[in-house]
């Protein structure tokens, strides 16, 4: 008797990988996630099961945190009815966001794989059917369990947690540049150089709870105007600050004034590298911002440092709670300062930290 394949769940958003040229000017996403896998060559004889679910149809421009937040739970309902994982197709202006928010909220050890294409399916070379097979592989493989969300682009595979967009057009735009890809796939297999050292979830968003979280990115002679009408319709602010975490002086005192009121995170514009936290101690340098109450962001991109603050803010975490929570995602502390329990491998269940505790 034949053993049948694992099986994975394709979810399909739209985006580049899924547009053809239309009526009007340009592409726009047409093709749903069964047009997409009809499309890739040798998947057929791959061995993997393969169901596929229209989930949106959507440029990754506009896709929302509450999409992504269904996705997840229609994600988990399919993992927890027998799924060996989860494949998500979607527009790559997006991923390196909406990855973060997957991984922070997907409780499981199946992996849940994001993939997408920098060349639409009207041009030579489209890349979105080898991506798509390499997702999917990767999503069929053990070797992906207990790492939560990953990235899967041009064979390589990329932490969420890690990877970032560098390139507008490149077809090797996803690069995690602080620590490279956790692997790779070759000759069909899922080839694993470095592991992801711990996993970190949050507590399920209220479904009702909208959180305003700004993201202001710090510029030459930069005055506190626009700042301070940002920061007052704000419940949470990420700021992204020049270097290590500077700021231009001007804009010491509203920062100030905002940390008294909403959580503000510290992170750093520069694309790789930390913060620092106590190397500069001049008006508007680190150590200075962090001891009027901004909270440090780490090593975390300002992007999701913005994605974790938001999804801490809807599901209602304690204001004591936020910066624990930085530190740890920020690599300044110990996985065990983290606020709420989280996964941790057990072959083929999943238990949480608070079971053993």
């Avoid at 990877?163 to 690069?175: L, W, Y």
Wanted: charged share 15%; net charge negative; aromatic share 4%.
């Amino acid at each position: 008797m034949t053993t049948p394949g694992p099986k994975v769940m394709v979810f399909g958003l739209g985006g580049t990988i899924a547009m053809t040229s239309g009526t009007g000017e340009g592409v726009s996403p047409t093709l749903s996630a069964g047009d997409l896998v009809d499309a890739v060559p040798g998947l057929a004889s791959a061995g993997i099961d393969i169901e596929v679910v229209d989930f949106r149809r959507r440029p990754g421009a506009s896709l929302t945190f509450a999409d992504i937040a269904a996705l997840a739970t229609a994600a988990t309902h399919e993992l927890a009815a027998g799924a060996a994982g989860v494949v998500i197709t979607q527009g790559t202006d997006t991923i390196e966001e909406t990855a973060y928010l997957l991984d922070l909220l997907h409780q499981r050890p199946e992996p849940v794989v994001v993939t997408g294409a920098m060349r639409n399916p009207t041009m030579a070379g489209a890349d979105g059917p080898a991506n798509l097979l390499a997702a999917i592989q990767t999503a069929a493989s053990p070797a992906a369990r207990d790492k939560g969300c990953l990235v899967v682009l041009a064979d390589e595979i990329h932490a969420a947690r890690w990877v970032t967009k560098t390139h507008s057009t490149s077809g090797a735009t996803f690069r995690s540049s602080d620590t490279g890809p956790i692997g790779y796939v070759t000759e069909g297999a899922v080839r694993l150089l470095t592991r992801v050292p711990h996993r970190l979830t949050t507590p399920t968003p209220r479904q009702a709870e909208h959180a305003r979280v700004g993201l202001y990115t710090v510029s030459l002679d930069d005055d506190a105007t626009l700042l301070d009408a940002i920061g007052r319709h704000c419940d949470g602010l990420v700021v992204a600050g020049f270097g290590v975490g500077h700021v231009p002086e001007p804009l010491v005192d509203t920062l100030t004034a905002l940390a008294e009121r909403i959580p503000v995170i510290l992170a750093s514009r520069t694309p790789a590298g930390p913060m620092l936290t106590r190397t500069y101690g001049f008006p508007g340098s680190e150590s200075d911002l962090l001891a009027r109450g901004l909270i440090p962001a780490g090593w975390l991109h300002p992007y999701k440092a913005r994605i974790l603050l938001r999804a801490l803010l809807a599901a209602q975490a304690k204001p004591q709670d936020i910066a624990p929570a930085f530190a740890v995602a920020g690599s300044l502390d110990e996985p065990s300062s983290w606020p709420w329990p989280t996964p941790i491998p057990t072959g083929d269940r999943t238990e949480t930290a608070a079971a053993h505790a």
